[in-house]
């Protein structure tokens, strides 16, 4: 079957089809329901990381139902009974839903669905004399040209894989992926019959995911599990049991009471924040609340449990925890199936992978026999379709040799000054942790409000969406969407100094909050609540939707709260 035609020009264009592109198309058509509106997408199918070929048996949520979905369309039915655990679930439901979702949205006779443009590649970006955006794309039949006078870009954080360079990858003989098609192998890597040496390199989310996955297989496959000694360590996962009355742990987390508790650059808690952060008393309290969570979490894993010692089990202990851990048997599976190695590689061979040794006295590497190898090592920063000169114009990650040294200094000028707000106010920041620092490789984001470059703000035209980590991306695409929307029709305005201060103040919190993770200032994953009633603020929108002070402050933050948003947008801008 043909791929669609683009036509030479459209009032806007998306690029990316999973949730922030699906937002951005629902909100923007909602108020723009005659605008020409296309939506780029290089997969044959919807959903970016929820699409239907990067999901797997073993992939589920890290939010649950009631937060997985959209204030216009619940989950409906919701996963069975069976399928959940304190309402997390497999990931199959997130993509059945955003399949209808796309279907289901119809505006001026034309459903979001028919407005995609797949198995078609972006190449090229630029803005040309006439002040359009100039987007060059290809597909398998042709390429083509296409303006558009407004361009979301929504591809995200996870679309182009970050594999490290290794000695030896090249020679490598057996199977080798980034975890992104770990969904269509997953059949042939997990048969009982299928290859028996399965190495699984990276310590995040995706890595724990790919290990249960492996360790739950038939047979009895070898399964080892490599995090590098000099990186962030692994990851953890609080347990999904809630408290207080709170059906799940995310339920407690996402409240505005759990919030208080955090340091947070985004929100204006004033006195609250003030007395829980700005005092010695406050301060006092805040640690030992996150002190007895800590424990309470690391008892009920227990990393020296018997079953694992043999295995290396307790090298999975990280520094903080940072996840849900959203299936029953997740430890106990990797402790006695999975070998866990907290070293870095020194080669790659065509059957093997060699481990450099912890110290000079350690003469005898370890070599672990690979048929399939599967780096789970997250994801490039840089936009391909954007050279590093525009780039770097527009605020996004380039090679940190390709910033002219005096913008490079002026940045460094006011991210110090901002680092010094930082912690006057919140000193508990001064001192950070041990951890392993490394060299940054790209320059930071630099884009006001996470979403917006600095040069742009005069004459509105591009926005980024989801260009961030976050806790729960459902939240934070459905409000960055309504937002950017304001902006491109000329609803958001501030000073030029104001977006920079914005910006160097945003980069600083993230370096002092998330240490190595807040490098490239786009790592807000503790920061949902205050980040979205932030955007919504300026907005001129009501963001505590509950009725009466108690509901806003231990109510769960759900979809639901978003009811009537929108129409609330419209009767402020008459629309």
Not at 125 to 136: A, H, N, Q, R
Not at 200 to 222: E, L, M, N, R
Not at 352 to 367: F, G, H, Q, R
């Amino acid at each position: 079957m043909p791929e669609k035609i683009l036509a030479p020009q459209y009032d806007a264009v998306i690029i990316g089809a999973g949730l922030y592109g699906i937002q951005a198309a629902r909100y923007y058509l909602e108020l723009h329901p005659k605008a020409q509106l296309a939506i780029i997408e290089s997969d044959e199918v919807i959903g970016g990381v929820w699409s239907s070929k990067r999901i797997y048996d073993a992939f589920w949520t890290q939010t649950p139902v009631g937060m997985a979905e959209f204030s216009d369309r619940p989950l409906s039915p919701p996963p069975p009974p069976e399928y959940q655990y304190y309402g997390f679930f497999p990931a199959k439901y997130v993509t059945s839903y955003l399949e209808t979702y796309v279907d289901d949205h119809i505006y001026n006779g034309v459903s979001i669905r028919e407005r995609i443009m797949f198995n078609t590649w972006v190449t090229n970006v630029e803005k040309t004399p006439d002040k359009l955006w100039t987007l060059s794309c290809r597909n398998k039949d042709s390429s083509s040209i296409v303006k558009t006078a407004k361009l979301i870009d929504a591809s995200g954080l996870t679309s182009r894989p970050n594999v490290p360079s290794i000695l030896g990858n090249e020679s490598f003989r057996g199977l080798a992926i980034h975890h992104k098609d770990f969904g269509q192998h997953q059949s042939t890597i997990l048969s009982a019959y299928g290859p028996q040496h399965i190495a699984i390199v990276g310590g995040g989310k995706s890595a724990a995911d790919v290990a249960y996955a492996c360790a739950k297989a038939p047979g009895s496959k070898t399964i080892s599990w490599v995090i590098r000694e000099d990186g962030n360590g692994p990851a953890a996962f609080l347990s999904a049991e809630g408290k207080g009355g709170y059906r799940n742990s995310n339920e407690a987390f996402y409240t505005r009471l759990v919030a208080a508790f955090l340091p947070n650059m985004f929100g204006g808690r004033g006195w609250v924040g003030r007395l829980l952060h700005g005092t010695r008393m406050g301060r006092w309290v805040v640690k030992k609340v996150w002190d007895r969570i800590d424990r309470d979490f690391r008892a009920k894993v227990n990393f020296k449990r018997e079953e694992g010692r043999e295995n290396g089990f307790g090298e999975l202990e990280p520094e903080t925890p940072s996840g849900i851990n959203s299936r029953p048997d997740l430890y106990s599976t990797i402790a006695s199936k999975v070998h866990v190695y907290r070293q870095n590689i020194d080669r790659v061979s065509e059957r093997s992978v060699t481990l450099a040794c912890k110290s000079a006295s350690d003469d005898k590497p370890i070599t672990l026999p690979v048929d399939v190898l599967v780096y789970c090592t997250g994801w490039s920063p840089s936009t391909p379709f954007f050279n590093d000169e525009t780039a770097l114009r527009l605020g996004l990650p380039s090679p940190s040799d390709k910033i002219d040294p005096q913008i490079g200094s002026r940045w460094e000028s006011l991210e110090a000054a901002a680092d010094l707000d930082v912690v006057a106010q919140f000193p508990t920041l001064k001192h950070p942790p041990p951890y392993h620092q490394s060299a940054p490789t790209y320059t930071p984001f630099r884009l006001y409000k996470a979403m917006v470059p600095l040069h742009d703000a005069e004459n509105p035209s591009v926005v980024f969406l989801g260009k961030m980590v976050v806790g729960n991306n459902f939240r934070v695409a459905e409000v960055q969407a309504l937002w950017a929307v304001a902006y491109l029709d000329g609803h958001i305005t501030c000073s030029h100094g104001k977006m920079e201060e914005d910006v160097a103040l945003t980069v600083a919190w993230c370096r002092r909050r998330y240490l190595n993770r807040g490098e490239l200032g786009s790592y807000f994953f503790f920061d949902v609540i205050d980040y979205t009633d932030g955007l919504l603020a300026q907005l001129d929108l009501s963001y505590h939707r509950r009725k009466g002070w108690k509901r806003n402050l231990f109510s769960t933050c759900t979809a639901l709260d978003f009811r009537g948003l929108l129409e609330e947008y419209k009767t402020l801008h008459s629309i």
